[in-house]
């Protein structure tokens, strides 16, 4: 009875808790900061646009040329587009000022040379100078970003002030109602720097009412399919170190969660070794899962998803006409099926593809696996999934953000293998989250493509995934991408 009323709670039939509530205000008001900064950023870069196009030319931004327009503009939008992807619209949970304005200042020096080389092959194109394109870009960059470089330090000092006021609190929840975890909710209210969304526990007959109305959700089982996952900063253990084989048995099962997992340190006998010293509030914790952020990583991932992205769509874009041209031939219905599934750090994102399938036997939860000879599969599916070139329309999520070229690839929301949910066959299944997913990965090129339809072949592909995200580099995306014709090619017993 006890388990229905949490999945019952889980499920979102009871209303949120004061804690939930707390804590998406919190998230909220840090989102809220960040946007904020960033509208402030682009209305610097467009004042320093139209302040050195009236001095170079003694015109106004409405009535100046295109050609004179173009090079500062492209400048601009290069300098915010640098900022954004180096993720400096994001702030740690206690910001250094000067750490936050140093970052802001390596993504301008990144950003001179980049904008003013636009510049230049603008004015080219425009039958100008290269040498004034290069100029007016570089020198509009290089003003808006000496001016953001300020503004970015004295934010971070403000956002500093406002943390330590309680306005901007770190979601967390909490593994193990134990008498440290009473501890760190009573913290948690006193400083108002974390905010505790809720509590999970396996021995939950033994565990005592918690303070300040924060609610015992679960098990260690009712965590790792919480749908309010996305939105927790840290996953906390809380069980003294002293009880070694059991901080050691919850540890390895939250390893596999793409959140991080830190384990609040009680000082009793605490072996560092393997583990990052970090703070969370003022209490000190060891971070036991859960890479840091590589911002520059993510951010050349992410140019080299847009370069090769909008030159694949391009050189595709024929073909794919003519595929869905032959879709509304071969079938009524529409010529996109988009089906919802998991994303990075476990968020929903709906994904493209060409449909391939009856519309009144399409299947948006893959509760039922492709199988040969499948009678849902249209003639013109049957090819189009043969080849991979349904996956097409996949273009659009890598340039909208919420696919990279390579990964591992998203499993549909709820797929089942035989009769059981594919996450749940595999403990480290959710590791795969830990990056965007992609429309072709080190599991394609080497077979594991299509349904999978045992234990065995989930955790095969699980295997290879978490072999990409170990090893994950440039060079290895562009061998994967170099590799997965040949694969797809060769392939020729996969069931799609």
Request: positive net charge; glycine residues 8%.
């Amino acid at each position: 009875m006890a388990r229905m009323e949490y999945s019952q709670e889980l499920a979102g039939d009871q209303p949120a808790t004061l804690a939930r509530k707390a804590a998406r205000g919190a998230r909220w008001y840090r989102s809220s900061f960040g946007r904020a900064l960033e509208i402030l950023d682009i209305a610097v870069i467009l004042f320093v646009l139209t302040y050195v196009l009236k001095v170079t030319t003694a015109d106004h931004v409405l009535t100046a040329a295109l050609s004179a327009c173009l090079p500062m503009a492209l400048g601009g939008i290069g300098l915010w587009w640098i900022l954004r992807e180096h993720d400096l619209y994001r702030f740690d949970v206690e910001p250094s000022a000067v750490t936050h304005g140093v970052k802001t200042l390596g993504a301008v020096v990144l950003a001179l040379p980049t904008t003013a080389g636009t510049g230049a092959l603008v004015a080219l194109a425009a039958g100008r100078a290269a040498e004034a394109g290069a100029w007016e870009a570089g020198i509009s960059t290089l003003l808006a970003g000496c001016i953001i470089v300020s503004v970015h330090f004295f934010s971070a000092l403000i956002l500093g002030a406002m943390i330590k006021a309680g306005l901007f609190s770190l979601n967390v929840v909490i593994v193990g109602a134990t008498p440290l975890a009473h501890k760190l909710i009573e913290e948690a209210k006193a400083s108002g720097d974390i905010a505790v969304l809720g509590v999970f526990d396996d021995r939950m007959d033994r565990a005592k009412p918690l303070p300040n109305h924060v609610e015992l959700l679960g098990d260690l089982d009712d965590l790792m399919s919480w749908p309010h996952l996305p939105s927790v900063d840290r996953v906390i253990v809380a069980v003294s170190s002293t009880a070694q084989s059991r901080v050691l048995q919850l540890v390895n099962k939250l390893r596999s969660m793409p959140n991080k997992v830190v384990l609040a340190i009680d000082m009793q006998g605490f072996d560092s070794d393997g583990t990052t010293i970090g703070r969370i509030g003022k209490r000190p914790v060891a971070y036991v899962s859960g890479a840091p952020e590589d911002a520059k990583r993510a951010f050349w991932k992410r140019m080299q998803d847009l370069l090769f992205g909008a030159c694949i769509l391009v050189l595709a874009a024929p073909l794919m006409a003519l595929i869905a041209l032959a879709i509304k031939l071969d079938s009524k219905g529409p010529v996109f099926f988009r089906q919802r599934r998991h994303g990075f750090n476990n968020q929903a994102f709906s994904c493209w593809k060409f449909r391939s399938m009856r519309v009144e036997s399409t299947d948006a939860c893959a509760a039922q696996q492709v199988t040969l000879n499948d009678p849902r599969v249209t003639r013109i599916g049957r090819f189009i999934r043969a080849t991979s070139l349904d996956e097409l329309p996949q273009l659009f999520n890598v340039l909208n953000g919420t696919m990279s070229l390579v990964g591992p690839r998203p499993h549909a929301i709820g797929m089942k293998t035989g009769d059981q949910e594919s996450e749940a066959l595999v403990a480290e299944y959710a590791h795969r989250h830990r990056i965007k997913p992609g429309m072709t990965g080190w599991a394609a090129i080497h077979g594991s493509r299509g349904p999978v339809h045992c234990a065995e072949e989930v955790a095969e592909r699980v295997a290879y995934d978490i072999a990409y995200i170990r090893d994950a580099s440039l060079w290895l995306d562009l061998w994967i991408m170099v590799r997965t014709l040949p694969a797809l090619l060769g392939d020729k017993g996969s069931v799609r």
